[in-house]
C-alpha cells in the first residue's frame, strides 16, 4: 500500500494530501503505539493483580531478605557459611557453586567432546562406530534422566562408609562420595600459585615478542617448548627451593565417617557426570562438523608448500575449523551451565536449588526467581558479548 | 623381423587376497598403520570386558516376572519392576480400567505422526486430520461426554502427559515463534526491540525458572478467584520457552530469503501481510524444517524437567514406583526402561530430520 500514496502523486503532479492511516511512515508510529499500549496494560494489569495478591496474602516485597538470618544448612561450600549466615550469603554460595560445576564441567566436557569427535572421523571403523552410538544415545536421553540414573547407580551400588571400597591408598569409594587424599597445605602452594601466574603472564609476553620477530626476520623460536617449560618449570623450582614438601593428607576411616582428604560429594558427581557426558555427545557433533568444514584441499596444499604435519594442522587447519567450532561451542558450554539448573532435582545445593530454599522460607517467589533469571542472564549475556568480540576478530577478511 | 604383436589379453592378474573382501576391509578398517592396530585390539578388549557380563545381566540372569522380593537373590537385572508396575509407570494416576483410552489416544498420535511422514502427504487435509485427531485425543483424555466417564487433569500422567506437553508444546510455540521472527525482522523499532528483548531473555535462562514462575509466581498474576490448572500453566511455560527458540531457527531462515523475493513481491503490490504469507514465510520455513525438527526433540526432552514441579510425568511416575518399599534399589532397570523409552522417541524424529534434509538439499539441485 506504500507505493499507492506516492502513485497519486506522481500522476496528479501535485502534491494529494494523504489519509494518515494510507501514510507508512504514519502507520508504522501507529502501529508501534499500539503495541506499546497493549504491553504496558497488561504488565499493568498483571502487576496490580500481583499487588493485590500479595498484599492479601501478606507477603513481604522486596529483597530486604537477603539480610536476614537463612537458618539452613548447605551441605558443600567454597566459602564459610553457617545456618547463622545471611540469605545473601547462601545465595552466593550457591552462585559460587553452580560456576564450580560449570567450570569444572566445562573443562572436562571440551576434553572428553573432543576425543569423541575426533573418534568419530577416526579411519578406525570400529572406533568411529562407538563413538557414533555413543553420540546418538547420548544425545537422545533427557539431560534430567542421566542425572537421576548416575545419582541411584551412586547411592544403590556403592557400599556404606564402614565397607568403602578402597581400590588403592588414599582413595575412597562409598554412598557418601568419593574420598580422596590430597597434599596437607603447606606455605610453598601460595608461592606456587603466584609462581604459575607470573609464568602465565611471562608466557604470554614471549610469544607475542616471538611472533614479532619471526615476522620480522622469519626466524621461528621453539615457541611452544619454551612455554611449557616455563610454566611447569617455574613453580616446581619454587616447590624446590621451599625444600619440596610431598606429605600428603590421607582420609582415614573414623567411626562413621572419613577424617581429611577432600571428598566430592555423591550429588556433585553425578551431577558433574550426567552433564559432562550428555554435553560432551553435543560437543562431538560441533568438533566433527568444524573439522569436517575445511576442505581437503586445504591441508594438500598446505603439505605442498612443505609445512610440518603440526605446522599444517596449527597454521592452516585449527584457525578455518575453530571460526566454524568456536560459535556453536559456546552455546553448548551455556547450555552446560542452564542445565546445571537441575542440580535441584538430585539436591545438590547450586543457585537455583538454594534460591529454591530461600523461596519455600520466605514465601517472596518473585524475588527469588527474578534472582535465578537475573544470575543465568548475566552468564549468557556476557558469554554472547564475547562470542561478538571474538566473532569480529576472526571474522574472514574478504576481497 | 617380425613384430610381435599379442593377440590374446594377458591373463588377468586377481589382486591379492589381503587386499579384497573380508580380509582387504579388515586391513583398510582396522589395522592400517600401528596406531589404528593398538587402538583396535585396545578396543576390542573393552567390548569383551563390559558386553558379556552386560549381556548376561540383561538377559540370561535378569528375572521379567516376580515380585520384587525374589528379585533381591537375583544376581542379574530386575525387570519385574517394569512388568510389574507398567500401566502405573505409563499411565500414572488415570483410573485403571479406563487405560485404554490413554493407549488409544497415544496410537492414534503414533499413527497420525507417522502419516505425517512422507511429505506427499502434506495438504489440507492432513491438517484436517490433525485438528480432528487432536480434538479426540483430548475428548478421550477427559471423557464426560459420549458416555465416557470424567478423568479429571490432574489424575493425567505417565506418557500421555508427557506426549501432550510436547506436542501441544510445539503446535502452540510454532506460529508464536514464527510471529517473534517476523518481529525481529520488523523495522518498527518498538515492535523490534519488544520480540529481541523477550527471545534474548528466554534463551538467556534456563526452563526451570520458567516452570517455577509457572507454577508458583503465575497464580499470582491472576485475580483472585480464577485458578488454572498446574499442567496448563507448565504448559505455558514450555510454550513460552519454545517460542524463542522456534524464532531464532525461524530467523536463519528468513535471513536466508534473497532480497530479490521481497522486491519482486513489493513489485506485484502485495501488501506485508500477502507477502509474508504467499511469499517469503512457505519458502522460509521449509528451509528450517530440519533444525525444527531439532527443536521438536528437545522440546520432548525438555518436558521431563516437569518432574521438577511436581508433575506425574513418566519419570515422575516412575520415581513413585522406585519409592515403593517392594520396589527399592531398582533404579537402573527403571532409568534404562524409561531411557529406551525417550531414545526410541528421539532417535526416530532425528532419524527423520536426517531423511527430510536428504530429500530437500537434493531437490534444490
New interface residues.
Given amino acids: 500500500?506504500a507505493?499507492e500514496g506516492k502513485a497519486i502523486q506522481a500522476d496528479a503532479g501535485v502534491p494529494v494530501k494523504v489519509p494518515f492511516w494510507l501514510d507508512p511512515k504514519k502507520r508504522?508510529i501507529m502501529?508501534?503505539?499500539g503495541?506499546?499500549c497493549m504491553?504496558g496494560l497488561l504488565a499493568w494489569y498483571?502487576i496490580s493483580?500481583?499487588l493485590?495478591?500479595?498484599e492479601?496474602q501478606a507477603i513481604a516485597t522486596g529483597f530486604g531478605f537477603l539480610n536476614k538470618e537463612s537458618s539452613f544448612e548447605i551441605g558443600e561450600s567454597l566459602i564459610s557459611y553457617s545456618a547463622a549466615s545471611t540469605y545473601g550469603r547462601a545465595l552466593i554460595v550457591g552462585a559460587l557453586n553452580t560456576l564450580k560445576v560449570a567450570f569444572v564441567g566445562i573443562v572436562i566436557t571440551l576434553i572428553l567432546g573432543t576425543i569423541l569427535g575426533v573418534a568419530r572421523l577416526?579411519?578406525?571403523?570400529?572406533?568411529s562406530k562407538?563413538a557414533a552410538i555413543y553420540i546418538?544415545?547420548m544425545?537422545?536421553?533427557?539431560?534430567?534422566?542421566q542425572l537421576?540414573?548416575w545419582y541411584?547407580?551412586f547411592?544403590?551400588s556403592l557400599p556404606s562408609p564402614r565397607q568403602a571400597l578402597n581400590p588403592f591408598h588414599g582413595l575412597f569409594l562409598c554412598n557418601r562420595g568419593v574420598i580422596f587424599a590430597v597434599p596437607e597445605s603447606h606455605p610453598a602452594h601460595k608461592y606456587m600459585f603466584i609462581a604459575f601466574v607470573i609464568a602465565c603472564i611471562g608466557v604470554y609476553v614471549f610469544r607475542r615478542w616471538a611472533k614479532k620477530r619471526q615476522d620480522l626476520t622469519g626466524q621461528a623460536l621453539p615457541v611452544f617448548r619454551i612455554s611449557m617449560g616455563t610454566i611447569i618449570g617455574l613453580p616446581l623450582i619454587v616447590w624446590l627451593v621451599f625444600g619440596a614438601p610431598t606429605k600428603m593428607d590421607v582420609p582415614e576411616l573414623t567411626g562413621f565417617n572419613f577424617k581429611g582428604g577432600t571428598t566430592l560429594s555423591p550429588e556433585f558427581i553425578a551431577l558433574l557426570l550426567g552433564l559432562v557426558l550428555y554435553t560432551a555427545a553435543f560437543v562431538a557433533e560441533v568438533v566433527r562438523a568444524g573439522i569436517q568444514s575445511v576442505s581437503k584441499g586445504q591441508r594438500e596444499a598446505a603439505m605442498s608448500i612443505a609445512l610440518r604435519p603440526t605446522q599444517v594442522l596449527n597454521l592452516v587447519i585449527l584457525p578455518q575449523a575453530l571460526r566454524v567450532i568456536i560459535p556453536p561451542l559456546t552455546s553448548q558450554m551455556l547450555n552446560l551451565t542452564?542445565?546445571s539448573?537441575?542440580a535441584?532435582?538430585i539436591g545438590f545445593p547450586d543457585f537455583?536449588s538454594v534460591a529454591?530454599t530461600t523461596?519455600n522460607q520466605t514465601g517472596q517467589?518473585?524475588e527469588?526467581?527474578a534472582l535465578?533469571?537475573a544470575v543465568?542472564?548475566i552468564?549468557?549475556?556476557s558469554t554472547s558479548a564475547f562470542m561478538n568480540w571474538y566473532n569480529k576478530k576472526v571474522k574472514l577478511v574478504e576481497r | 623381423m617380425e613384430a610381435y604383436v599379442q593377440e590374446k589379453p594377458s591373463e588377468e592378474l586377481k589382486p591379492p587376497v589381503t587386499s579384497v573382501g573380508t580380509i582387504g576391509w579388515v586391513k583398510a578398517n582396522l589395522f592400517n598403520g600401528w596406531f589404528n592396530s593398538l587402538l583396535t585390539l585396545v578396543t576390542l578388549y573393552l567390548l569383551w570386558e563390559i558386553v558379556p557380563p552386560l549381556f548376561r545381566w540383561a538377559f540370561i540372569d535378569s528375572v521379567w516376572n516376580t515380585t520384587g522380593a525374589v528379585c533381591r537373590d537375583v544376581d542379574g537385572a530386575c525387570w519385574s519392576i517394569i512388568t510389574t508396575n507398567l500401566r502405573f509407570i505409563l499411565f500414572g494416576f488415570y483410573p485403571h480400567d479406563q487405560h485404554w483410552r490413554p493407549l488409544i489416544a497415544i496410537l492414534m498420535l503414533c499413527g497420525l505422526l507417522f502419516y505425517s511422514r512422507d511429505r506427499n502427504h502434506w495438504n489440507k487435509y492432513l491438517g484436517y486430520g490433525w485438528i480432528i485427531g487432536l480434538v479426540v485425543m483430548g475428548v478421550l483424555m477427559r471423557g464426560g461426554i459420549l458416555g465416557l466417564s470424567g478423568v479429571e487433569t490432574s489424575q493425567w500422567g505417565g506418557l500421555p502427559l508427557t506426549l501432550l506437553l510436547s506436542v501441544f508444546g510445539l503446535t502452540a510455540a510454532y506460529p508464536l515463534g514464527v510471529m517473534l521472527a517476523l518481529g525481529r525482522q520488523s523495522r518498527m523499532p518498538a515492535i523490534k526491540m519488544l520480540c529481541v528483548v523477550y527471545i534474548e531473555l528466554i534463551r538467556g535462562v534456563p526452563l526451570i525458572s520458567l516452570l517455577f514462575m509457572g507454577s508458583i509466581i503465575f497464580p499470582l498474576f491472576l485475580p483472585e478467584g480464577i485458578t488454572i490448572n498446574q499442567i496448563l500453566r507448565a504448559q505455558v511455560a514450555i510454550i513460552l520457552f519454545t517460542a524463542a527458540y522456534i524464532a531464532e531457527v525461524v530467523r536463519g531462515g528468513l535471513q536466508a530469503m534473497p532480497l530479490g523475493q521481497y522486491e519482486a513481491a513489493d513489485s506485484i503490490g502485495l501488501s506485508y501481510f500477502l507477502t509474508m504469507r504467499l511469499i517469503i514465510l512457505p519458502q522460509a520455513l521449509k528451509i528450517v524444517i530440519p533444525p525444527t525438527v531439532s527443536i521438536l526433540i528437545s522440546a520432548f526432552k525438555d518436558t521431563s524437567l516437569v518432574v521438577i514441579i511436581a508433575l506425574w510425568d513418566l519419570l515422575k511416575t516412575t520415581q513413585s514406583t522406585l519409592s515403593n518399599p517392594e520396589w527399592m534399589g531398582f533404579s537402573r532397570e527403571a532409568y534404562i526402561f524409561v531411557a529406551i523409552l525417550y531414545f526410541l522417541g528421539c532417535f526416530s524424529m532425528a532419524n527423520y530430520s536426517r531423511k527430510l534434509e536428504k530429500e530437500l538439499s537434493t531437490e534444490e539441485h
Wanted: glycine share 2%.
Fill in positions: 500500500m507505493t508504522a502501529y508501534q503505539i503495541v506499546l504491553f498483571l493483580n500481583t493485590i495478591n500479595l492479601k577416526s579411519s578406525n571403523w570400529l572406533v562407538l546418538e544415545v544425545q537422545d536421553i533427557p539431560v534430567l534422566l537421576f540414573f541411584a547407580i547411592y544403590e542452564k542445565n539448573s537441575l535441584v532435582a537455583v529454591n523461596m517467589s518473585i527469588g526467581v535465578i533469571m543465568y542472564l552468564f549468557s549475556l
